[in-house]
């Protein structure tokens, strides 16, 4: 059967086309994968893909290092990022492990490059996810507040992945595939939807 996206019936192409979606999405904050699903540890949550590196096959995120994810972060822990653009009808669901930079050159050069916007969320004077009686004594007002002194509290996730499950939604036949790697090689799997 055929189809109008060149990835339907190719594993190659389809691979190709789910690396594409999250290059893309670094920069692209109207794509869906620009804000995916992290799971860690059953608890899902949004966090914003900032780096995409398809020879290493790792995503980085950035996170606050007095939230409650960075407890569950060991590196035995088999992690997903998961994303569904339902205008391409693509979902992807990516496996891998998480690393947790504190304090380091990888936080360094994450934290000098952000923007003072996203640095200021890391001077909240509390942890993410502790229980508060009044919320407005958290707002952040930007003219009050050395940003520079979030970086105490900034953490780099870098995730590393291992597969790549690709689904694409269609009418007249869905397609899901597999990719997955072992020893620097990939196999490609198609798989029933
Ligand atoms: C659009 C959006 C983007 C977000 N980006 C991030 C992010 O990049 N890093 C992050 O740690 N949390 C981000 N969050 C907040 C997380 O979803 C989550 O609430 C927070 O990290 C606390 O999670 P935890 O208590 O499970 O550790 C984002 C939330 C939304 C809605």
């Avoid at 088999?78 to 339902?86: C, K, Q, R, T």
């Avoid at 050069?109 to 890391?122: D, I, N, T």
């Avoid at 509390?126 to 007002?141: F, H, K, S, W």
């Amino acid at each position: 059967m055929n189809s109008d996206v060149d990835f339907y019936n190719s594993l190659e192409l389809s691979l190709k086309y789910a690396e594409g979606l999250l290059a893309d999405a670094v920069n692209n904050s109207k794509s869906i994968f620009h804000s995916p699903t992290l799971c860690i540890s059953d608890s899902p949550r949004t966090v914003v893909l900032r780096e995409f590196n398809k020879e290493k096959r790792f995503l980085r995120f950035h996170t606050d290092l007095r939230s409650k994810k960075i407890n569950s972060i060991n590196e035995n822990l088999v992690a997903y990022v998961h994303g569904y653009d339902p205008e391409i009808k693509v979902q992807l669901r990516i496996k891998g492990k998480v690393k947790l930079h504190k304090k380091d050159e990888k936080t360094l050069k994450a934290w000098e490059g952000s923007r003072e916007m996203s640095k200021l969320c890391y001077s909240v004077k509390g942890a993410p996810g502790q229980i508060i009686t009044d919320p407005n004594e958290y707002d952040l007002i930007k003219s009050e507040i050395d940003v520079e002194r979030g970086y105490e509290n900034f953490g780099v996730i870098i995730f590393e992945y291992d597969e790549i499950e690709f689904l694409f939604l269609k009418n007249i036949g869905h397609r899901r595939s597999k990719f997955s790697w072992k020893d620097h090689k990939v196999v490609m799997e198609w798989l029933i939807p």
